[in-house]
Every structure is written in structure tokens, then in C-alpha cells.
T-cell receptor
């Protein structure tokens, strides 16, 4: 079975400082990894994904994430946080195998709070 | 429209009533997913369609939950004899492909069972 762990319920950071939101995963095979963001009363919006290739992937709004196979991690980062980045962030994993593995499994989410 | 559309956005049902939630995916998207998101939790997988075929329904919590996508486009999630524990936001997502492609989510249908 595949699973995702987001160890922090909330991350607080001052505007202009770098931010990191942590994610570790577990799959039987090789993973596809995703980050989504959710604003209040809105659906999830795609930020970025790792499929293959370069371990550092860049996504929307200046976010990036680094795939680390040995640590089974896919932490989300941004060099300089903005107040508008405050939202709920979800990490998700999908096994590259077919069939029922096509489903995307989400973590429980990390609330990012950026203050002035 | 350009995005995934879900209706109704909000539904209040009395315990025991049947409800139907509709999802209109992005045109041409082959894959369609339903997720359930309880308050303060991450989305939990319910079921997956590839075109009109329901390939995975392992996440449906009971036989009161039923989903269909008869023509490979619009999908309906039906909940029979609703219970209070069914209260959640039901998210629909579509994808051009079933594996490497990102999911595009609708804004969800918030179900409250009294």
C-alpha cells in the first residue's frame, strides 16, 4: 500500500524568509510525487510534480521540491515566502504501477502561515 | 467551462435521505476520480473511472455509495440512506492521463447530514 506522511500540522514563517514543508512517502515501486495547494473553500490546485529525471523540480508561484530517493522524501520549498502563500498544502504519491495503483494518495496536509 | 465543475456546491440532507452529486470534468479528460475530504483531513480516494469504465472502487466506504460515468464524461456520485458520518466535502478530479498527469480538481460538494 502507498502512503504519505506530512509530519507538521502547521508551519509558521515570516514573509521574506525561506520555507520548507516536509513530506515523506512509501510505495512498493517507483513513485510519481505531487504537491497541491488548497485555499479556503476552494478545490486543490496543482503546484508541481516529480515524474523522472532531475531531482529538483520547479513549479508554480516560485515553489520547488526536491526528490530524495534514499530518504523517501519530497520536501516543498520556496526561497522567499509571501503572505499570499498562506494555505493548506498537500503532498501526494502514486505508484508507477498500473491498475489500482493509478490512484493518488494524499497526506493529511500542512497549514502554512506566513506573517509580516 | 475550462475547469472541473461540481454541483451542488452545498447540500444539506436529513439522515436517511438519498443524495446525488454531479461532476462535469474537463472536456477530453479520460480519467475521473472521486475523493472524500473530511474536515481537517486530506482527501481520501473513493473511486476511479477511465472513460466509462470504473476501474477502481476500493475506496467506497459502503454499498450505500455508488458512482457512475455512463458516457465517459459527466459522473454522478450517489449516496443512499445518508448517515451523519457521510458529512464531508466530495471532490471530483479529472486528468488527461491516468498516471503521470496531474489531477484538476473541482471546488467540491459540501455535504452536511443532519
Amino acid at each position: 500500500a502507498q502512503s504519505v506522511a506530512q509530519p507538521e500540522d502547521q508551519v509558521n514563517v515570516a514573509e521574506g524568509n525561506p520555507l520548507t514543508v516536509k513530506c515523506t512517502y512509501s510505495v512498493s515501486g517507483n513513485p510519481y510525487l505531487f504537491w497541491y495547494v488548497q485555499y479556503p473553500n476552494r478545490g486543490l490546485q496543482f503546484l508541481l510534480k516529480y515524474i523522472t529525471g532531475d531531482n529538483l523540480v520547479k513549479g508554480s508561484y516560485g515553489f520547488e521540491a526536491e526528490f530524495n530517493k534514499s530518504q523517501t522524501s519530497f520536501h516543498l520549498k520556496k526561497p522567499s515566502a509571501l503572505v499570499s502563500d498562506s494555505a493548506l498544502y498537500f503532498c501526494a504519491v502514486r505508484d508507477r504501477g498500473g491498475g489500482t495503483a493509478s490512484k493518488l494518495t494524499f497526506g493529511t496536509g500542512t497549514r502554512l502561515q506566513v506573517t509580516l | 467551462g475550462a475547469g472541473v465543475s461540481q454541483s451542488p456546491r452545498y447540500k444539506v440532507a436529513k439522515r436517511g435521505q438519498d443524495v446525488a452529486l454531479r461532476c462535469d470534468p474537463i472536456s477530453g479528460h479520460v480519467s475521473l476520480f472521486w475523493y472524500q475530504q473530511a474536515l481537517g483531513q486530506g482527501p481520501e480516494f473513493l473511486t476511479y473511472f477511465q472513460n466509462e469504465a470504473q476501474l477502481d472502487k476500493s475506496g467506497l466506504p459502503s454499498d450505500r455509495f455508488f458512482a457512475e460515468r455512463p458516457e465517459g464524461s459527466v459522473s454522478t456520485l450517489k449516496i443512499q440512506r445518508t448517515q451523519q458520518e457521510d458529512s464531508a466535502v466530495y471532490l471530483c478530479a479529472s486528468s488527461l492521463t491516468g498516471f503521470a498527469g496531474e489531477l484538476f480538481f473541482g471546488e467540491g460538494s459540501r455535504l452536511t447530514v443532519l
